[in-house]
């Protein structure tokens, strides 16, 4: 059985106690990328071959020789008999959008392609601090901008390793794929819209979403300042909630960082559901979006595997003791996308001025006269259509004269919708639940270049999951199963500020009363064909 | 369906963000801004009460949840050569630009 078998918290138990060194582990995490990946994302990039078509392609950039001197150091740290942090040895991949000094940090973006970071994002700090080791930084939609990693610069872009014919979400695409495929335990991601939950639903792991300002943004590239949110990817809930609890708390290099105390999130996971109430909207089983020939909006139930798939995942909690409540109205969900096409548009734009040519990052190499023709030449070849949509759209829709039609507007429906969640888990009121279950996503993953280029259908994949970033509240996708195609489906859990603890104990509930069922047996297709089978 | 973004309320945008486009990436974008205009759109049929407050954050800040602020004072930078490395030209430790061009006020 291959070592990546385990769980990370299981490699670290190994490795803390002597049993496995880091290096054997970060040694067979090489070989794994070396079988599955394939070439890694680039500027300079050709024609796809059929091989090149059969693998992830989640690292932009490995950086296997600084991993394995992570992981001598940690090996003699235990030799010496020294204390070695909670993640020991365990190899994580980052996405390209969190700063780690000395390497390449590109946001997927060719205007920041020769950008090396001077600093280490506070949350990569923390997992390296407890001992993990950095395989290297993984890729995703330009700027983060998408659901499917097919806009970053950098191609091929990130192939689902169930399914290489098929995307694996984004924007986290190449950290949902990179844990998928055994590359590495776990990835750090981000969500600004659903951009870590939805490729844990569609590469079948797990995904959260911290409560906004649980994890430090300090050294995260920014897109929607108010919605961004660092969180763990990982093959499990415990992995999750593991490496949540060593990268959460307040940081003085972010003021938004909450200082709020962290749970062990870990020691109270089998606490169980009994008890627990956990609520079900039918505004969370349907998909609304507009209808691309005439614009109005068009109503229709969800996928029914998909659905299936959600209430059954409610009956295994129900058996574990949680009471399911039913019929909670959410009717504000429904303007999430609308109030999400303003306010991180807005975001986007205020957050991506700064990128000029002339402090760091792409500069043109054409003739310019003066900065205005800097600015422009490089901001045009630097930045793809993707980030040039949010701009052109944050700058239009926050222009003095159409601010209170479209912006203040969207913040008050913003309003809204986090009033939706409370009036659920309000303790004095009529459904008080202690977490809400939905599906993950409206559709399990699409065929690549499917809907890449149609920015309305590609911002409705994200419908169920940008609830949650407006109104700041901690959720959380976990494997409930596949359709009939053989894509992994995933479920949502979404609990109030600061309870990510009540989703990792329903999450590991729900994993555990599924442990044998046959589904779990399902291997990544990336694994069959390299000979990984584990 | 009408288009909000003309042509020329296009232009201006594009000029304004300081970017340049070939006449395929502007039909793109000015469609796909238009289709995202009609999404937002939605949201004026919504009644919305006067006291319903603008939200900045999701989450409300309290005074216990939030940071103190940091004390305002001046901390050395410990890789200022690292930094300006990232810059296209620099001299004598500052980053050079060209000249802007002067702008004519209406």
Same mark, same amino acid.
């Given at each position: 059985m291959s070592i990546l078998k385990h769980s990370a918290f299981e490699i670290a138990q190994k490795v803390r106690t002597g049993e496995l060194s880091a290096v054997e582990v970060l040694e067979e995490a090489i070989r794994r990328v070396e079988a599955v990946d394939g070439q890694p994302g680039s500027l300079a990039h050709g024609d796809l071959s059929e091989e090149d078509q059969s693998k992830v392609h989640a690292f932009i950039t490995l950086t296997a020789e600084q991993a394995r001197q992570q992981a001598l150091c940690i090996d003699e740290q235990v030799k010496a008999g020294e204390e070695v942090g909670p993640l020991a040895g365990v190899p994580v991949s980052i996405k390209d959008i969190f700063c780690v000094k000395g390497t390449p940090s590109t946001a997927g973006s060719r205007i920041l392609a020769n950008f090396i970071a001077p600093y280490t994002a506070t949350p990569v700090n923390r997992l390296e601090e407890a001992g993990a080791i950095v395989l290297g930084k993984v890729n995703l939609d330009e700027f983060t901008y998408g659901s499917s990693t097919e806009s970053s610069a950098f191609q091929p872009s990130t192939r689902n390793p169930w399914d290489t014919s098929r995307v694996p979400g984004g924007s986290s695409g190449g950290s949902a794929a990179s844990v998928a495929a055994g590359e590495v335990l776990l990835s750090l991601g981000t969500d600004t819209g659903g951009s870590i939950r939805q490729p844990a639903a569609f590469c079948g792991i797990v995904g959260l979403k911290p409560t906004y300002g649980r994890v430090s943004r300090y050294g995260l590239i920014a897109f929607g300042s108010s919605l961004d949110c660092p969180g763990p990817i990982a093959r499990n809930v415990r992995d999750a909630a593991l490496m949540l609890s060593v990268m959460a708390g307040a940081d003085p290099h972010d003021s938004t960082a909450a200082r709020v105390p962290v749970p062990d999130y870990v020691a109270s996971l089998d606490k169980g559901v009994k008890g627990m109430r956990i609520g079900l909207s039918p505004d969370t089983m349907q998909i609304v979006f507009p209808d691309p020939k005439t614009g109005d909006m068009v109503k229709e139930a969800l996928p029914a595997e998909i659905k299936k798939a959600? &209430?059954? !995942?409610a009956e295994v909690l129900a058996k574990q003791g949680a009471e399911i409540v039913e019929d909670i109205p959410m009717p504000n969900l429904v303007y999430g996308i609308p109030v999400y096409f303003v306010i991180s548009r +807005?975001? !986007? !734009? %205020?957050? &991506?001025?700064?990128?000029?040519?002339?402090?760091y990052g792409h500069r043109t190499q054409s003739s310019f006269r003066n900065r205005h023709e800097i600015y422009r030449q490089t901001r045009s070849e630097g930045f793809g259509l993707q980030p040039k949509l949010r701009i052109l759209m944050g700058m239009? +829709? %926050?222009a003095a004269q159409y601010s209170e039609q479209y912006y203040q507007r969207a913040l008050r429906v913003r309003s809204l919708i986090r009033s939706d969640f409370e009036k659920s888990f309000d303790l004095q009121g009529d459904y008080r639940v202690d977490a809400l279950l939905t599906p993950t996503t409206p559709t399990t993953a699409f065929k690549m270049a499917d809907v890449y280029g149609d920015s309305i259908l590609m911002q409705y994949a994200d419908q169920l999951t940008v609830p949650a970033n407006h109104a700041g509240i901690p959720g959380i996708s976990i494997p409930a199963g596949f359709d009939g195609e053989g894509l992994p489906i995933g479920v949502q859990l979404m609990a109030p500020d600061f309870k990510e603890e009540t989703l990792f104990q329903a999450g590991y509930a729900f994993e555990q009363a599924t442990e044998h069922a046959d589904w779990r047996d399902r291997q990544p297709q990336v694994l069959r064909s390299s000979g990984g089978r584990e | 369906m009408t288009d909000e973004i003309t042509p020329e309320l296009f232009e201006h945008l594009v000029d304004l963000a300081a970017f340049a486009f070939d006449p395929k990436e502007a039909e793109y974008l000015r469609?796909?801004?238009?289709?995202?205009?009609? !999404? @937002?759109?939605? &949201?004026? %049929?919504?009644s919305l009460d006067p006291d319903v407050p603008l939200a900045s954050?999701? @989450?409300p800040y309290t005074p216990q949840s939030s940071p103190p602020l940091r004390e305002d004072k001046w901390v050395e930078c410990d890789n200022p050569e690292e930094i300006l490395a990232q810059a296209p030209q620099v001299g004598d430790g500052y980053i050079i630009v060209p000249d802007t061009p002067p702008t004519k006020l209406d």
């Open positions: 959600t &209430l059954q !995942a +807005v975001e !986007a !734009a %205020s957050n &991506l001025h700064r990128f000029d040519g002339v402090k239009y +829709v %926050s | 469609r796909e801004l238009n289709n995202q205009l009609r !999404a @937002i759109h939605q &949201l004026e %049929s919504i954050h999701g @989450i």
